[in-house]
Antibody, heavy 121, light 108 residues
Framework: EVQLVESGGGLVQPGGSLRLSCVGSGFSFSSYWMHWVRQVPGEGLVWVSRIDSDGSTISYADSVKGRFTISRDNAKNTLFLQMNSLRAEDTAVYYC??????????????WGQGTLVTVSS | SYVLTQPPSVSVAPGETARIPCSGIHIGSKSVHWYQQKPGQAPGVVINYDDERPSGIPERFSGSNSGNTATLTISRVEAGDEADYYCQVWDYRSDHDVFGGGTKLIVL
């Protein structure tokens, strides 16, 4: 069974940092492109970042570029999102998600349960 | 940046057909994926690549994409279809993924 389990969310002050992790199991983690997607409770989905299977091709939404860093450790089946210079508007549930093909244009076939990040003083 | 526009809500009576549009410039040249999200749950794909139905999705769900509008169609709507629906595309110009703002399907 495919599973994605996020961790690392919590309360952080504006300007602070947080590192999210997402452990994948039940599939060949190193073969899949992955996304981070966020959602303010009660609002819509917002794409954050994407990484290819070996970590060499990365893209970021304009709202997080320069502040967030996506990476992965395929030996540990883990996806990361390092979030620096956090702002109140980064408050959201963060989902890691698997792209169903080896292409960046594929749909998302599995999502984690999400981890809540709250940026507040 | 590329923008996808969806109506905030669509209302339909049980047994009728719901059509949820997703508008974007030349969206017909892109592959559109549709997701369903129920309260307290992560989203799940219901249509991918414009009109393909993943395994396990009822035949009542279908999709189309042409010109500047993609459409998710749900036939013979059931109470259990009440959810938020999101369209998604990959924009090749920016290499960004984009979600529409979401449409709440209300079953009357």
């Amino acid at each position: 069974e495919v599973q994605l389990v996020e961790s690392g969310g919590g309360l952080v002050q504006p300007g602070g940092s947080l590192r999210l992790s997402c452990v994948g199991s039940g599939f060949s983690f190193s073969s899949y492109w992955m996304h981070w997607v966020r959602q303010v409770p009660g609002e819509g989905l917002v794409w954050v970042s994407r990484i290819d299977s070996d970590g060499s091709t990365i893209s970021y939404a304009d709202s997080v570029k320069g502040r967030f860093t996506i990476s992965r450790d395929n030996a540990k089946n883990t996806l990361f999102l390092q979030m620096n210079s956090l702002r109140a508007e980064d408050t959201a549930v963060y989902y890691c998600a698997r792209i169903e093909t080896v292409s960046k244009t594929g749909s998302i076939d599995y999502w984690g349960q999400g981890t809540l990040v709250t940026v507040s003083s | 940046s590329y923008v996808l526009t969806q109506p905030p809500s669509v209302s339909v009576a049980p047994g009728e057909t719901a059509r949820i549009p997703c508008s974007g410039i030349h969206i017909g040249s892109k592959s559109v994926h549709w997701y369903q999200q129920k309260p307290g749950q992560a989203p799940g794909v219901v249509i991918n690549y414009d009109d393909e139905r993943p395994s396990g999705i009822p035949e009542r769900f279908s999709g189309s994409n042409s010109g500047n509008t993609a459409t998710l169609t749900i036939s013979r709507v059931e109470a259990g279809d009440e959810a938020d629906y999101y369209c998604q595309v990959w924009d090749y110009r920016s290499d960004h993924d984009v979600f529409g703002g979401g449409t709440k399907l209300i079953v009357l």
